[in-house]
């Protein structure tokens, strides 16, 4: 049977209706030198030969259905894998260029939705791979999992003795994908049908025996459902109001074990640490424009991945929630935070997270834009590669991942290699015009968090 989106993912292409809500995610890998290029494509062809949706489009279905993935007629590697040479000067500043450009762009819908650019000659004799892909092909974990398959651990390059034969691409039959549409929305009747008639019983016997308990459990989850899909009227921030098309990108390093030692000193963990120099640079930056700010809009992804699923894959859900960022005592900031992502953690709705998606679906577009474009800012943390790796004999210096905004201002991803921590900072430079004035802020608020760690 023809595979479909999962609820979520069907719920990121949809929102891309309004394409200021773009799911397009840039990781940029810095190498000491040159790799062997063709060692490098044979490791994307065995990826693309092991993961279907490498090798797949997705195609629309009619409603109630999601969209479903279609193996792409026609694939070539070479169209996803080009190789360039660094513009001059050949400095990081180029590639970062690089990188804004493709984030900014969108995919060819008719073909799978990733690319992969090797920008050869920089100034010191490095270069960097550019990787581009939607986010409905993987997550930040599941893109880790990728990655392992692509680099080696030691610099000796270890060649694959066969590659697996790719899958043929079947003939298209005309209404095969319409019959397929027909069965899945019988059978997604038939599942609510099944599940609606073995809750109601449990739920009235239940209301019979522990009224009291019964109602109030069923409070909390609405409760929690409405948290997860209320709409956001308006920014919490009075200065970043627009929303563009037009991206800055920014890189910034963070050691990791200073920041968390100061996380633990106050009471959190390493994203704690984490969203809290982000929300100190974001109230330095009102500070400098003479504007005060509190509580700002967050979206923070949280993993719903198990054991049990395979690498690449979507499997996040994005929950919105309110942290202080105007406390100007980084403990006490990282402390609340610590406080409220806690919360999030432990939302009933969170269970029900394909059920929500499906259901927002089926809602009109502005709406499902109304969820996300008025929040201030997303932060992303990624738990990276944790030793040194190499990629076409060549040894990778850092890794930078640069998440789309989805409707905030600013995205800041952290993505993790060996004991660093790398910040991939995306702008949208209509609410924050003025980036190296925010990205003095941002440098000076994770200065104060690691201040915590001396």
Not at 179 to 193: H, P
Not at 328 to 352: F, M, N, Q
Request: aromatic share 8%; net charge negative.
């Amino acid at each position: 049977m023809t595979e479909f989106m999962r609820s979520t993912d069907a719920f990121t292409w949809a929102m891309e209706a309004d394409p200021r809500l773009r799911s397009t995610v840039v990781t940029m890998i810095l190498l000491d030198r040159s790799p062997d290029w063709s060692a490098v494509r044979e490791r994307f062809d065995l990826v693309s030969r092991e993961l279907p949706m490498f090798r797949q489009r997705v195609v629309n279905s009619p409603p109630p259905a999601p969209p479903r993935w279609e193996d792409a007629p026609d694939f070539d590697l070479d169209y996803h894998m080009r190789r360039v040479s660094a513009p001059e000067p050949g400095t990081l500043d180029g590639v970062l260029e690089m990188a804004r450009v493709a984030a900014m762009a969108d995919f060819d819908r008719a073909r799978p939705m990733w690319e992969v650019t090797l920008v050869d000659g920089l100034a010191d004799g490095g270069a960097a791979v550019l990787c581009k892909f939607h986010h409905a092909l993987t997550d930040g974990v599941g893109g880790v999992q990728i990655a392992m398959r692509i680099f080696d651990l030691s610099e000796q390059h270890q060649a694959t003795d066969a590659l697996p034969v790719a899958a043929a691409v079947p003939a298209r039959r005309p209404l095969a994908g319409y019959r397929d549409v027909v069965r899945y929305n019988a059978n997604l009747f038939g599942t609510v049908v099944s599940e609606s008639a073995k809750i109601a019983p449990r739920l009235l016997f239940n209301t019979i025996r522990r009224p009291l308990q019964t109602v109030e459990s069923v409070g909390e989850l609405a409760a929690s459902v409405y948290r997860t899909i209320r709409p956001v009227n308006r920014p919490g921030s009075p200065l970043m109001r627009d929303r563009t098309l037009n991206r800055r990108l920014g890189i910034l390093d963070v050691p990791m074990p200073r920041m968390r030692e100061a996380a633990h000193r106050s009471g959190g963990a390493l994203n704690d640490a984490f969203v809290a120099g982000v929300a100190g640079g974001l109230r330095r930056y009102h500070d400098k424009h003479g504007v005060g700010v509190f509580d700002l809009h967050l979206t923070m992804p949280i993993s719903l991945r198990t054991d049990d699923d395979g690498a690449g894959g979507n499997r996040i859900t994005l929950m919105r929630f309110d942290v202080p960022a105007g406390i100007t005592d980084p403990a006490r900031r990282i402390h609340s935070i610590h406080e409220c992502t806690g919360r999030v953690r432990h939302e009933k709705s969170l269970p029900y997270t394909q059920l929500i998606a499906a259901a927002l679906n089926m809602m009109p577009r502005w709406y499902i834009g109304s969820v996300l474009r008025h929040v201030d800012f997303l932060c992303s943390d990624v738990p990276g590669v944790p030793v040194p790796v190499y990629l076409g004999g060549a040894a990778v210096r850092a890794q930078y991942a640069f998440g789309p905004t989805v409707g905030a201002a600013v995205n800041v991803t952290l993505l993790t290699y060996v004991d660093t921590c790398a910040l991939g900072i995306d702008v949208d430079s209509g609410a924050i015009p003025d980036f190296d004035e925010f990205y003095d802020c941002l440098a000076d608020s994770f200065d104060e968090v690691l201040a915590l760690a001396d």
